[in-house]
């Protein structure tokens, strides 16, 4: 090789060496730009692309009743969008669409219309309708999961339980005002995904998953339900503009049932105007009538201004008060104050108020928890309105004691029957019993609380018994009577205000009922309200024959005893014949017994049998060579031949078996 | 001998990063399966409380089994 094509050789080596190192160079240089300065940037966009983020929204808590029973639950339901751009011919899809759906098609074409990437064709789809859009088969088109909250008991009780939005938000009643224990923590979980989307590995949640706790209610499904059909009754009966039952127990202040109407499905509350979603037994308030006189009675007593005995003038019906004549609905002349009270006097119910003065009776209507709220655990409550004596002129003073010139709450009359109920205290209601977790034990515990003491148990016992003469025959309230329970109480007709005469009006009344059962040891307190019943607008007429269904109905439902009195207990002949009865029952028990009675085999003759099971009956047999034929199971009840038959060779023995008892 | 320890080393690598994936695959499989089976649970208490709801049973109880609430005489009280 020539010394000259040697160098060449060199020289290209040096040029291949000279580009491999720029080359190299370039390399490195390109690396240290993607791993030194873009390193950072490149690999989160790198993880970006291979990591992802599952957000799992909260399922809101449940709502149970006191029994356990579900009253509000959300469960995954599907919701449908579509992607608009990827959708081709939208007016072929939105017909379609609309048809599976039952949409306008209109609205459907106007979303696959829109600007955006993404919009929602129908959210909460039924199963149905999904498989009908699955079947359409169109591009653009998919599902997701979210949250829907269903009321299993649909009317009963929506006004205390409220509904939640469509975004898992409390709006209405118990639902809002414990939406921060229902609502829970959406979580956020971070994963690893392969080239097909599927996910590998989930890291711990990012944010701690807080779950929903469930609440359970002092509600009583059964109970509500009940209240709520009798009332939606009284109401279509009487044609009432609105109606309100409330079950409260006396000694705790829990509230078994709150019914109101106009009702509404909280399943579909959207269909439904904001004035039917009131919960009235608390918002409304209205002025009590004559229910006033029982608080009027209870202070009295407590002062011991007067007695259930004493005798007061009611005027021949006529009392005039400076310009004002006060009339009653029917000319009494002198009467006892408990016949004041059960003939519902507002004279009588004047002279008492006099006795008592107006500064103690107001006061005792303080006491009575008027004029301000009862404290329960739901949103919206009204104090009602108690104005101080000093503000009231003379006619004003004695119109309170028949429960003019004052407006309550329906749920603030029900505490303060209650009080009267349990012996004086005045309690906090509630509806909350315990907040639980999802393994249902209690972060949170009510319990009943006495807001104070209003009048002593010896007063309390005297009202009763004269609450008691209201749903007396003769009283103004029979029809609230319960068979065989005792019953006391008190009704009211409230005279409402025209708001344009600012007058009373002699048309529009307010028909109330309140009272418990039974008298001598109340179980339950049920207050009825109904308000401007159309015809017969008395309490006694309207309101009480929904105390008497609804009381009789949950006396049953709780078991408690029938209180036997002289009165309601059973006359003597039927307890005659109902001893001759039991002594009937007796005595065939002891025949019977006297029948079944073991008598002793004789011997060399067949044995006695009856009673015996199969395997004594074949031991028997057996020892003394008998043939045996069985017929059914259990003891013996007849045998062929009879016991004492003598034995014979080879005898056959038939014997018949029935279950025992 | 120092050749066929790297090699091992390798292979167990490889199969335990093959093994964990499967574990992932079906832990995530898993999981969503329970998610699933709980919400069937909850369709199936709200299907359960619908068809108790106090309306529907006593709407049957009266129409196809004739039964009504019985009469303040008709109960019996036991001491």
Known sequence: MRIKDKKWIRIRIYITGICFFFVFCLIFLRAYQLQILKGSELSSLAKRGYTGKLILTSQRGTIFDRNGKELALSIEVDSLYCYPKKVKNKKTAATRLARALNLDKRDVLKKLHNSRSFSWIKRKVTPEEINRVRELNITGIDFTKENRRYYPCMETGAHVIGF??????????????????????????????????????????????????????????DISYKAQKALRKAVRRSRARSGVCIVMRPQTGEILAMAVVPEFNPNIFWKYQPYEWRNRAITDCFEPGSTQKAF????????????????LNCEKGEY?????????????????????????????????????????????????????????DFPGERKGILRPIRNMSLIGQNTLCFGQGISVSPLQLAMAFGAIANGGHLMRPYIVKSIVDQRGEAIRNFYPSIRRDVISSETAKKVRGVLEGVVRQDGTAPKAAIKKYSVAGKTGTAQKVDPIKKIYSNKKFVAI???????????????????????????????????????????????????????????????????????????????????????PDLPGSIPNLIGLGVRDVLKKAQQLGLRVVVKGSGIVVEQVPEPGTPLKKDRLLTVTFRPSA | ???????????????????????????????????????????????????????????????????????PQQIVFLP
Do not use: C
């Open chain 1, 164 to 221: 939640a939005s469509q975004d898992n938000k409390g709006l209405e009643g118990i639902e809002l005002k414990y939406n921060r224990y229902l609502e829970g923590q959406e979580a956020r979980f971070s994963r690893i995904h392969d080239a097909l989307g599927r996910p590998l590995i989930f890291d711990g949640p990012r944010i701690e998953k807080q779950d929903p706790f469930n609440l359970i209610l002092t509600l009583d499904k």
């Open chain 1, 296 to 311: 009027l009675l209870a202070g009295a007593l407590e002062e011991g201004v007067i007695s259930p005995e004493t005798v």
């Open chain 1, 320 to 376: 005039a008060i400076g310009s004002f004549i006060i009339h009653d609905s029917r000319p009494f002349g002198m009467l006892k104050v408990s016949e004041i009270i059960k003939f519902s006097s507002n004279i009588g119910a004047i002279k008492i108020g006099q006795r008592l003065g107006a500064e103690h009776f107001n006061y005792y209507l303080e006491r009575f928890g008027f004029g301000e709220k009862t404290g329960i």
């Open chain 1, 513 to 599: 009922f309140g009272g418990f059962t039974p008298s001598d040891s109340p179980a339950l307190v049920i207050l009825v309200a109904l308000d401007e019943p159309k015809g017969i607008p008395y309490g006694g007429v309207v309101a009480a024959p929904v105390f008497r269904d609804v009381g009789y109905w949950t006396l049953n439902h709780l078991n408690v005893v029938p209180s036997f009195r002289p009165a309601t207990s059973l006359s003597a002949s039927k307890a005659r014949t109902l001893r001759t009865s039991q002594q009937d029952v007796s005595h065939s028990i002891e025949r019977k017994e006297k029948m079944i009675a073991p008598r």
């Open chain 2, 1 to 71: 001998m120092m050749l066929f320890l790297f090699l091992l080393v390798g292979i167990s690598h490889v199969w335990v990063n093959s093994k964990r994936t499967q574990i992932g695959y079906s832990l995530s499989h898993m999981k969503k399966e329970i998610g699933q089976i709980r919400e069937y649970n909850r369709k199936l208490k709200l299907e359960i409380a619908s068809l108790k709801s106090p309306e529907r049973l006593e709407n049957k109880a009266g129409e196809e089994f004739g039964l009504r609430y019985p009469l």
